[in-house]
């Protein structure tokens, strides 16, 4: 290592480490730009790292090697040259998930190697990624596999969204257990949160993925984690009309090009729980936008029907997948400002998505839907839109179709991964919002593709149709596990709301478990700038209070703090809408009592509304209060939270 580059590296506050040889032994240094997180590099007979939060080791002897071809990148290696730099800037996102100013801060080490490849290491205030990059002359090469495993100094309980296969919706509970616990063979989607101790915690995830499968995680049997990944299909099959399952793999995992980056593995690190709910790493490390002009996406509330099963009442028609019903739902979003409707299954001959049924005049609804500037937003199949992608998306766009929500791909190969990516762009082509349900990994393309509103993978208000696994406790541990990723479409809003005795799951005339100030805390907890209200038009119109609160929360944001909140314990969120400000608290099934500090608030008065759970919420979910008063940033309110509670309030000058 020369003296120009050991002084750049002091510059740069990064030491290197000397060692006696330096081509075959050098060991790197990196700090994040805060000091408080340390990656420790070394390149001898294979390259290792370890992690350390404030001097203490979260991570140790952690490994990574990329075999391109058959030939393993990462063993043996040899440093040509090291680069460090720092990036620090303020972004400003097309769309506001969490903040309208990002800061991108951070410091890089960029390790070249003999053979044609470098890594990549950053350290944020917020964590740590890595990725291989390859300058390699072939126009094409094959991935057969890439190692990543995590190894920790202990056997710490991690919340791990364990899956069958790779053939999921990624619609998961994040059930805590040991590392240990976990068995090669026990597979999970994204993010593994790992209690570290201290209060701690590590998320693991990606981003910036395109052209290659999504990180999968799966035991080692010991105290650590390492990344699987869905083959590359060469045969597939497709049953009914939506599972089109891979029958044949190959042995490897991607068919790419030679020259090209590969995605970011992260580490977000937090010192306290609800850190994780602000942590924009993911977000930070994706593609910037691939849309020019994104001043035409518009994020908002959409009123669905598959959920509530059609249950409109106290009118002259027959409900059902019909015009006269959906003008119904276009009549209610124009009452209350809501700028989108969502037309799901049954609205088109399903394994065509051009035939629409005749109960449905689809000019008549445009039309009306314009009249009444309310948008509407078309369900479909993954695979048949594929089939007739250009078409279709030429014909929504005469209809005036202001969106798309594309379900059932429950894959994350490389094929589908790429399919995420050209549906978002041949849409953003059309000014068209597209919403992936039926897999998780789009989550985390959000920034690349701001048109991509919204994403599921997520165990959500749907679940309640057949089950009792949406329950409070799962969805105050949803928050700091699955929306670390990126926007998660849950789709609250219930108005039936049921404790343990009383719940059932009832298909086609839906309840949630919990409360509805639980309900309502969602729509400030959980982030969706597309984010649905799923139950009945008629069950809303007949909630004119409830509704003084579900017509005016925002589903973008400018500023969020996180008040106070434990891992699938509780939650505790205010967040900022221009001058408005709203707090959401969700607990598990533990009745609590929990403060709110209003030093939040700039100088001035605020008039206060706020739902909060009735006398009686513990017996009758549905029950709550509506309490107005006066708050400023010196007021302090202790709040109560039933079994399964919320409390939901908005303030405003």
Same mark, same amino acid.
Request: charged content about 25%; aromatic content about 12%; glycine content about 6%.
């Given at each position: 290592?020369?003296?120009?580059?050991?002084?750049?590296?002091?510059?740069?506050?990064?030491?290197?480490?000397?060692?006696?040889?330096?081509?075959?032994?050098?060991?790197?240094?990196?700090?994040?730009?805060?000091?408080?997180?340390?990656?420790?590099?070394?390149?001898?007979?294979?390259?290792?790292?370890?992690?350390?939060?404030?001097?203490?080791?979260?991570?140790?002897?952690?490994?990574?090697?990329?075999?391109?071809?058959?030939?393993?990148?990462?063993?043996?290696?040899?440093?040509?040259?090291?680069?460090?730099?720092?990036?620090?800037?303020?972004?400003?996102?097309?769309?506001?998930?969490?903040?309208?100013?990002?800061?991108?801060?951070?410091?890089?080490?960029?390790?070249?190697?003999?053979?044609?490849?470098?890594?990549?290491?950053?350290?944020?205030?917020?964590?740590?990624?890595?990725?291989?990059?390859?300058?390699?002359?072939?126009?094409?090469?094959?991935?057969?596999?890439?190692?990543?495993?995590?190894?920790?100094?202990?056997?710490?309980?991690?919340?791990?969204?364990?899956?069958?296969?790779?053939?999921?919706?990624?619609?998961?509970?994040?059930?805590?257990?040991?590392?240990?616990?976990?068995?090669?063979?026990?597979?999970?989607?994204?993010?593994?949160?790992?209690?570290?101790?201290?209060?701690?915690?590590?998320?693991?995830?990606?981003?910036?993925?395109?052209?290659?499968?999504?990180?999968?995680?799966?035991?080692?049997?010991?105290?650590?984690?390492?990344?699987?990944?869905?083959?590359?299909?060469?045969?597939?099959?497709?049953?009914?009309?939506?599972?089109?399952?891979?029958?044949?793999?190959?042995?490897?995992?991607?068919?790419?090009?030679?020259?090209?980056?590969?995605?970011?593995?992260?580490?977000?690190?937090?010192?306290?729980?609800?850190?994780?709910?602000?942590?924009?790493?993911?977000?930070?490390?994706?593609?910037?936008?691939?849309?020019?002009?994104?001043?035409?996406?518009?994020?908002?509330?959409?009123?669905?029907?598959?959920?509530?099963?059609?249950?409109?009442?106290?009118? +002259?028609? #027959?409900?059902? =997948?019909? @015009?006269? $019903?959906?003008?119904?739902? !276009?009549?209610?979003?124009?009452?209350? %400002?809501?700028?989108?409707?969502?037309?799901?299954?049954?609205?088109?001959?399903?394994?065509?998505?051009?035939?629409?049924?005749?109960?449905?005049?689809?000019?008549?609804?445009?039309?009306?839907?314009?009249?009444?500037?309310?948008?509407?937003?078309?369900?479909?199949?993954?695979?048949?839109?594929?089939?007739?992608?250009?078409?279709?998306?030429?014909?929504?766009?005469?209809?005036?179709?202001?969106?798309?929500?594309?379900?059932?791909?429950?894959?994350?190969?490389?094929?589908?991964?790429?399919?995420?990516?050209?549906?978002?762009?041949?849409?953003?082509?059309?000014?068209?919002?597209?919403?992936?349900?039926? +897999?998780? #990994?789009?989550? =985390?393309? @959000?920034? $690349?593709?701001?048109?991509? !509103?919204?994403?599921?993978?997520?165990? %959500?208000?749907?679940?309640?149709?057949?089950?009792?696994?949406?329950?409070?406790?799962?969805?105050?541990?949803?928050?700091?596990?699955?929306?670390?990723?990126?926007?998660?479409?849950?789709?609250?809003?219930?108005?039936?709301?049921?404790?343990?005795?009383?719940?059932?799951?009832?298909?086609?005339?839906?309840?949630?478990?919990?409360?509805?100030?639980?309900?309502?805390?969602?729509?400030?907890?959980?982030?969706?700038?597309?984010?649905?209200?799923?139950?009945?038009?008629?069950?809303?119109?007949?909630?004119?209070?409830?509704?003084?609160?579900?017509?005016?929360?925002?589903?973008?944001?400018?500023?969020?703090?996180?008040?106070?909140?434990?891992?699938?314990?509780?939650?505790?969120?205010?967040?900022?809408?221009?001058?408005?400000?709203?707090?959401?608290?969700?607990?598990?099934?533990?009745?609590?009592?929990?403060?709110?500090?209003?030093?939040?608030?700039?100088?001035?008065?605020?008039?206060?509304?706020?739902?909060?759970?009735?006398?009686?919420?513990?017996?009758?979910?549905?029950?709550?209060?509506?309490?107005?008063?006066?708050?400023?940033?010196?007021?302090?309110?202790?709040?109560?939270?039933?079994?399964?509670?919320?409390?939901?309030?908005?303030?405003?000058?």
């Amino acid at each position: 290592m020369n003296s120009t580059l050991w002084k750049a590296s002091l510059l740069m506050a990064a030491v290197l480490w000397p060692a006696s040889d330096a081509r075959a032994q050098a060991s790197y240094d990196l700090r994040s730009p805060d000091n408080s997180i340390e990656v420790r590099i070394r390149t001898a007979k294979s390259i290792r790292y370890d992690v350390l939060l404030k001097g203490r080791a979260l991570l140790q002897e952690c490994t990574l090697s990329l075999d391109v071809d058959h030939k393993k990148m990462g063993l043996d290696p040899k440093v040509i040259r090291s680069n460090e730099r720092s990036e620090n800037q303020i972004l400003e996102p097309a769309v506001r998930q969490k903040f309208a100013k990002i800061r991108d801060n951070y410091k890089e080490m960029r390790l070249e190697m003999e053979g044609g490849y470098a890594v990549v290491f950053r350290a944020y205030n917020e964590g740590v990624a890595y990725r291989f990059e390859t300058s390699l002359a072939q126009e094409q090469v094959e991935i057969y596999g890439e190692e990543m495993t995590l190894n920790f100094p202990s056997n710490f309980v991690v919340y791990y969204p364990q899956e069958d296969s790779f053939f999921s919706h990624n619609e998961r509970r994040y059930t805590p257990q040991h590392l240990r616990e976990i068995a090669p063979e026990f597979i999970a989607s994204l993010p593994a949160v790992i209690d570290v101790g201290e209060g701690a915690k590590v998320a693991i995830a990606e981003s910036d993925v395109e052209e290659y499968p999504g990180l999968w995680l799966r035991g080692t049997g010991g105290n650590g984690l390492s990344a699987t990944f869905p083959p590359y299909p060469l045969h597939e099959k497709l049953e009914r009309d939506r599972d089109f399952r891979v029958v044949e793999s190959a042995d490897y995992i991607a068919t790419t090009t030679g020259k090209r980056t590969f995605p970011w593995r992260v580490l977000g690190i937090v010192e306290r729980d609800g850190d994780l709910l602000t942590n924009q790493l993911v977000w930070l490390l994706e593609k910037p936008s691939q849309v020019q002009d994104t001043s035409w996406i518009k994020p908002g509330k959409v009123a669905w029907d598959w959920w509530n099963y059609n249950n409109v009442y106290g009118v +002259d028609f #027959k409900v059902g =997948v019909n @015009t006269q $019903t959906y003008k119904y739902y !276009i009549d209610f979003a124009a009452k209350y %400002g809501i700028p989108y409707i969502i037309l799901d299954e049954g609205w088109y001959k399903l394994g065509n998505v051009l035939d629409v049924v005749p109960e449905i005049n689809m000019e008549e609804l445009t039309a009306y839907a314009r009249q009444k500037n309310v948008g509407i937003i078309l369900w479909v199949v993954w695979k048949t839109l594929d089939d007739q992608l250009i078409p279709a998306l030429d014909q929504y766009a005469k209809w005036g179709i202001k969106g798309i929500k594309v379900d059932f791909m429950q894959r994350s190969d490389q094929p589908v991964i790429n399919y995420y990516h050209k549906v978002s762009r041949e849409t953003a082509k059309r000014k068209m919002l597209v919403d992936f349900h039926g +897999d998780q #990994k789009s989550a =985390v393309m @959000t920034r $690349t593709w701001p048109n991509l !509103i919204s994403t599921e993978g997520v165990r %959500g208000l749907e679940w309640s149709k057949w089950s009792a696994e949406t329950e409070p406790k799962h969805n105050v541990t949803l928050p700091f596990t699955r929306m670390f990723l990126g926007p998660m479409d849950y789709t609250p809003g219930a108005m039936l709301n049921a404790q343990k005795a009383s719940f059932a799951p009832i298909f086609n005339r839906p309840m949630s478990l919990g409360t509805r100030c639980h309900q309502l805390a969602m729509y400030v907890v959980y982030e969706s700038p597309l984010q649905m209200l799923s139950d009945s038009p008629s069950n809303y119109l007949r909630e004119p209070e409830t509704m003084e609160f579900l017509a005016p929360v925002p589903t973008e944001w400018d500023e969020t703090k996180v008040l106070d909140a434990r891992i699938a314990d509780y939650v505790l969120v205010a967040r900022r809408n221009g001058a408005d400000w709203y707090v959401g608290a969700m607990t598990d099934w533990t009745p609590r009592e929990l403060e709110i500090d209003f030093s939040f608030l700039p100088d001035g008065k605020f008039q206060m509304e706020a739902y909060q759970d009735g006398a009686n919420a513990d017996r009758n979910g549905s029950d709550y209060k509506l309490l107005k008063s006066q708050v400023n940033k010196g007021s302090k309110l202790k709040i109560q939270l039933a079994p399964g509670g919320g409390w939901a309030a908005r303030i405003h000058p």
